[in-house]
C-alpha cells in the first residue's frame, strides 16, 4: 500500500467517523437523528484536522433555540474526537442563520448569542425534550413487552438490573438500549431501582399502566406526525440531491410564506419547528 493510498485510507476513516458522532445528534422535538433526517448536508476534514460541517432546516422559521441547540450539539461531540482540531458548523438558509454561525464560531451560549432576545434558559428547552423522549422509548418497550406477553404486574415490579438481563429479539434489543439511552435524563440509574418510572420519577402500579401507556401513545403519535411533516417540508423546499440548494425561489417562498409564524421564536419555551 502506498503512502497516497494509507492517507486516503485514513481520510475516509476520520470522515465516517465524523458521520458516526453526528449520527448521535438528534433533533431535540423529533427525537430523530439529524443525519437519518437529512439536515446534515456534508462534513468534511480539512489537511489541518478541521471539520466543516454544513446543515440545513425544513423551514426558513424553524425556531431559533432548536437550530441552536442541534448546531451546538453537532459541534461538541465532533469536538470530542481526538484528532479533531476545530469544528466549524454553518447553518444555511435561515432568518437566524448568520447570529447562530456567529455565535456558534465565537464558542456562545443561545443567551450570548441572542442577548435580550433570548427570553429563558435553553438549558430548560433541552431538558424538556429529553423527556419527551424518555417517554416516546419508553412507551417502544413497554408496547413491544406488552405484546411479548409480560404482564402489568411484572412490569410495573421490574428492576433496571432484570430489563438488561431479559433475553430479547432484536427489535426488542434495540428498544431497551435506546431506553436506556435517556433513563439518565431522571437521574443516576442504580441496577436496583424500577425500571419504569414516569417522566416525574413516580412508580406505575398494575392498574394505572394501561391509562400510563395510552397518554405515552399520544405523545408519541404527535412527534411521529411532526416528523413526517419536517421530512416533507425538507422535501419540498430543497432538491435534496444538491445540499443547501433551493428547488427554486419561488417554491422555497411559497412555502416559507405558508408557515411564518405570527410570532418568531427566538425564546427558549417550547415551540415547533415552524
Not at 424553524?62 to 469544528?87: H, K, Q
Not at 419527551?132 to 410495573?156: D, G, P
Not at 443547501?244 to 427566538?266: F, I
Amino acid at each position: 500500500m502506498t503512502r497516497r493510498d494509507q492517507s486516503d485510507d485514513q481520510l475516509r476513516a476520520r470522515h465516517d467517523q465524523v458521520w458516526a458522532r453526528l449520527a448521535t445528534v438528534m433533533d431535540p422535538e423529533l427525537d430523530e437523528s439529524v443525519t437519518e433526517l437529512n439536515f446534515v448536508t456534508h462534513a468534511n476534514v480539512d489537511a489541518g484536522n478541521r471539520v466543516h460541517i454544513g446543515f440545513r432546516l425544513p423551514t426558513y422559521w424553524c425556531a431559533a433555540n432548536f437550530s441552536f441547540l442541534m448546531a451546538d450539539d453537532m459541534r461538541r461531540v465532533v469536538a470530542d474526537i481526538d484528532w479533531v482540531e476545530g469544528v466549524e458548523v454553518t447553518l444555511g438558509e435561515h432568518m437566524y442563520a448568520d447570529k447562530i454561525n456567529a455565535g456558534l464560531a465565537q464558542g456562545l451560549s443561545f443567551r450570548e448569542t441572542f442577548g435580550e432576545e433570548a427570553d429563558g434558559d435553553v438549558e430548560e428547552v433541552r431538558r424538556t425534550f429529553l423527556l419527551k423522549a424518555f417517554q416516546r422509548r419508553q412507551y417502544a418497550i413497554l408496547n413491544h413487552l406488552v405484546a411479548t406477553n409480560y404482564s402489568s404486574e411484572t412490569l410495573v415490579a421490574m428492576t433496571i438490573a432484570e430489563l438488561e438481563a431479559l433475553d430479547l429479539d432484536a427489535e426488542g434489543n434495540k428498544l431497551r438500549q435506546r431506553y436506556f439511552d435517556r433513563l439518565e435524563v431522571l437521574g443516576p440509574v442504580r441496577p436496583h431501582a424500577a425500571a419504569f418510572l414516569t417522566s416525574a420519577a413516580e412508580t406505575l402500579s398494575s392498574e394505572s399502566l394501561p391509562k400510563y401507556l395510552s397518554g405515552l401513545r399520544r405523545v408519541g403519535v404527535n412527534a411521529e406526525f411532526n416528523g413526517a411533516l419536517c421530512r416533507g417540508l425538507l422535501a419540498v423546499r430543497f432538491d435534496l440531491e444538491t445540499p443547501l440548494r433551493s428547488r427554486s425561489a419561488s417554491t422555497a417562498a411559497s412555502v416559507d410564506a405558508q408557515l411564518r409564524p405570527s410570532r418568531v421564536h427566538v425564546e427558549s419555551s417550547e415551540s415547533l419547528h415552524g
